[in-house]
């Protein structure tokens, strides 16, 4: 990845829920930068695949770090975990496998 890539999450464009490159040349209004440090190891996560405008966006699997969190250690959607876990479940995963995530409460 490099600065010019994005996650579209403009529910307004056709391009909603999906991983594009700069210019933006009026495609959308508004993406989430990927050249992001807690996205220095990441994954998709299988979140309205169907990219239904407004039913979730940019949802991932990736780095605990400051610039996601919300308060007590939660983010706005994705799963985000310790470096040494997330590489350990990003080595577990095989073709085809399904990683389902609960909440523990």
Known sequence: MDDDDRWVD???????????????????SSAE?????????AQV????????P?????IFLHLLGAGHLLGDGATAGCVALAEADLLAVL?????????????AG
């Open 10 to 28: 403009d529910p307004a464009s056709s391009l909603y829920n999906s991983w594009q490159r700069e210019p933006v040349a009026g495609r959308w």
């Open 45 to 52: 996560v299988g979140v309205n695949e169907e990219r239904v």
């Open 54 to 58: 407004g039913a979730g966006s940019a």
């Open 91 to 103: 080595r577990w995963q095989r073709p085809g496998g399904v990683l389902v995530v609960t909440c």
């Open 33 to 41: 930068e990927l050249v992001q440090p807690e996205y220095a190891y």
